[in-house]
């Protein structure tokens, strides 16, 4: 357990006591393994889909390992704040998964508490040893941590994987400090229009085997690859494969077409997994989330609405 984070944990206002590699909070106590300390157990709703993601890719999204620059680029475009913003920040990232975000929340130079329910041993293992991180194992429905003590609350592509996305935000947001800014993405809900093939198949998918649905896409994941990028020529066909054709290919993606085939199969099996396997995938509704945010926050922030995914975000300017 890294001591520089001791300070940001908190339960009903009391602060904990570390013992024999357990945390104490007055009655409760919580296990620290493997320097993570333990607030759910391993069988939770994300085990089996999210879960299996991280034992069967577990580098696959990081930049250092990929050799692209996706996911810096993504959270630089998708917040709009400078790369200084980020310096001595302390950062809560929800649902940090094997850490491909974490590592550029880092490399800007950040302090962050990464919090997910599965994969964080894999996670911690991506990004080796850093002072300047703590792993913990918990929900973010249900946090160990203090109210209003975070410079930066960072949630993505987390929030539609929760039973309320609603209720998630308004607990999340109350994390940041006053004068704190946050990155809140979800999908949006224009995706049930654009990918219909998903939400079609999801309830079938969701109640399967998390076993038997991975092999399957395994399966036919090369043919897929292939067929999808002939039909991906035209644009009619690009239409058709968004919403007929249930398979991820990134061929088209921005930062990661240069990649070569084997790698974007292997990132289509990962993308059509995720698409088809967890339990909750409800998009928030942009008004939804403005009406949050306006109860919520004190700094100026604006709700970015496209076809596909919908951002709160926080304004800065300096
Ligand atoms: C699509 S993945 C995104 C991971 C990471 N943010 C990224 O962009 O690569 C969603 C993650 O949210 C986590 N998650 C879902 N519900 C959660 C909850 N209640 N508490 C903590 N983590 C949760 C899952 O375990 C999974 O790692």
Known sequence: MNPNFLSFFEIDGQEPVIKNNFFYFSQNKFPVINGIPRFTSDASYVANNFGKLREKHATLQLDSKNETSDRRKTILGRTKWP???????????CGCGAGPDTEILLSLGARVIAVDMAGVDIAKKNIGINDNVQFIQASILDLPLKMKSFDIVFCHRV????????????YLLK?????????????????KKINPWKYALRPITTRMSPEILYKLIKLY???AYRVTNLLNRKKFGRTFVKKFIPFRNHKLHPYLSEKN????????????????????????????MEQIAKNNLKQPYEIIKTPTITL?????TH
């Open 83 to 93: 790369s200084h913003f980020f310096k001595n920040k302390a950062i809560l990232e």
């Open 159 to 170: 929030l539609q994987h929760t039973p309320n996305p609603a209720e998630t935000l308004s």
């Open 175 to 191: 994390f940041v400090k006053e004068n704190g800014a946050v990155f809140i993405h979800s999908y949006s809900p224009g995706l």
């Open 221 to 223: 994941a090369k043919p």
């Open 261 to 288: 085939d084997d790698f974007l199969i292997e990132y289509g099996i990962h993308d059509t997994f995720d698409s088809l396997s967890p339990m909750f995938d409800n998009p928030i509704e942009p008004d939804t």
């Open 312 to 316: 709160l975000r926080t304004i800065i």
